[in-house]
């Protein structure tokens, strides 16, 4: 099965469709997140409806050929949200969904940090923030040069741009006129030393990306429509790069969660897991989710 861009339907279908599939991201993601007890569940939870509109909606690939030569690479620069991820994967038909259960133990292929040498779909490993623009800067010109249509999207976080390698490759890709590649920035305002407006402030990000050469375009990146609307609409073939800026919540759909302090690394206590999906299966069956 190879995808389609985007996915065939009325946009209410497309919407209801990512919007099923990230109610599992977030259903697999706490699974997960239990089986250590703690982890990134707040920044799984705030992404998955962009990486459900991703992998349901845009992404062309074969779940069982994650090696495909035409496939679109997803760079997942923000190691730490491999949990994210592979909850994705598993929606999306690369990992089997039994696999999830065995999140971060030994000799499994799926450890708490993402490591391209161990899981199906891992384009990158990641770990020291900053290096994911630079690769699908890289990557994107090589498929440009071997005349290969396929995009590159790397997902990093609102902390990656405290990095100047994470500007420089963005000056080198819009110098480069790479328009296969797209960056989707996960602003949840949240880093491990503090908000991020304290840590370093890297606001106005629509007029900075405007300034290095790039389509932008700014979302709630828990809102499905504005997401899907928003993809839909960044041109292609002008000869510049996009970014989708996607503004989300920590612990989106879990209220238990959205008002837990010190969320960046959350622990979650025993008792508090199956309540967590209590709250999530409320929220999506009473659409507070949409």
Known sequence: MTSTIPAPGTIETRAQRVRDAAYRIRRHALDMGEVQGQGYIGQ???VADVLAALFTDHLRFRPDDPEW??????????????????AAFAE?????????????????RLPMSAMASYTPGMEISGGSL???????TGLGLGLRLRGVGARVVNLLSDGELDEGSTWE????????????VLAVVDVNAL??????VGVLKTEP????????????????????????????????GTGRPSVLICDTRIGRGVPLLETREKAHFMRVEAHEWQIARDQLDETYRTGAHA
């Open 205 to 236: 990000l629509v007029e900075k990306w405007q300034a290095f050469g790039w389509n932008v375009r700014r979302v709630d990146g828990n809102d499905v429509d504005a997401l899907l609307g928003a993809l839909d609409d960044l041109p292609a």
């Open 44 to 46: 799984a939870l705030g």
């Open 191 to 196: 880093q491990a030393d503090g908000p991020t």
């Open 130 to 136: 900053g290096h994911g623009l630079g690769v699908a």
């Open 69 to 86: 030569a035409d496939r679109d690479r997803f760079l997942l620069s923000i190691g730490h949200y491999a949990i994210a991820a592979y």
């Open 169 to 180: 490759a963005a000056m080198a890709c819009a110098h480069h006129g790479l328009d296969n």
């Open 92 to 108: 999306a038909g690369i990992l089997d969904v039994a696999e999830l259960e065995t999140y971060g133990s030994d000799e499994s």
